[in-house]
């Protein structure tokens, strides 16, 4: 069975800050999928990475693949309290595995 | 365009009961996803509708089941509630469904089993 781990499982910051979120597993994907998830709401398609080594940026969000296309990270620069939400990593295969979460809360 | 619609929002049932969640995804859309989100499990794909077939399952027993309609609409059912079937139950509706389709998401229905 296919895990996706990801860490941390909590963070909570202050506004401004930067923060790293990982997603890593055992597995090879073909890509891996960002969601972003508030309270009440399904989760949003952030970004899909494809190819080992890419990196994908929107506003101040960063996203790599790893190079062995088996963990991704978000790195989230000047963090604004609009940015707190459930972050849901998801595997690109028919099986839709989903990350384990990391839920952010920034501080205004 | 309108977003993806699920009804109803909000459900309590007791245990023993069975239960039928609706989804209508986006127009034009053709596929139709179904998962449970808890905090223990977190999110998990229990099936895959496109074309009103089943293409592809998670491992969720038997109790568990769905069809899409010929307008794309789609409907789960839970047979025999369980205190464990408690969860947001969310669909998701692409254009033509797989890995590398977009999914967007609709808001769930949060099932409360007592």
């Known amino acids: 069975t296919q895990l996706l781990e990801q860490s941390p499982q909590f963070l909570s910051i202050q506004e401004g800050e930067n923060l790293t979120v990982y997603c890593n597993s055992s597995s090879v994907f073909s890509s891996l999928q960002w969601y972003r998830q508030e309270p009440g709401e399904g989760p949003v398609l952030l970004v899909t990475v494809v190819t080992g080594g890419e990196v994908k940026k929107l506003k101040r969000l960063t996203f790599q693949f790893g190079d062995a296309r088996k963990d991704s990270s978000l790195h989230i620069t000047a963090a604004q309290p609009g940015d707190t939400g459930l972050y849901l990593c998801?595997?690109?295969?028919?099986?839709?595995?989903f990350g384990t979460g990391t839920r952010l809360k920034v501080l205004a | 365009k309108a977003g993806v619609t699920q009804t109803p929002r909000y459900l309590i049932k007791t245990r023993g009961q069975q239960v039928t969640l609706s989804c209508s995804p986006i127009?034009?859309?053709?596929?139709v996803s179904w998962y449970q989100q808890t905090p223990g499990q977190g999110l998990q794909f229990l099936f895959e509708y496109f074309s009103e077939t089943q293409r592809n399952k998670g491992n969720f027993p038997g109790r568990f089941s769905g069809r899409q309609f010929s307008n794309s609409r789609s409907e789960m059912n839970v047979s025999t509630l369980e205190l464990g079937d408690s969860a947001l139950y969310l669909c998701?509706?692409?254009?033509?469904?797989?890995?590398?389709?977009?999914?967007?998401f609709g808001p769930g229905t949060r099932l409360t089993v007592l």
């Open positions: 998801r595997s690109g295969t028919y099986k839709y595995i």
């Open positions: 127009s034009g859309h053709r596929s």
């Open positions: 998701a509706s692409s254009l033509a469904g797989g890995p590398a389709d977009t999914q967007y």
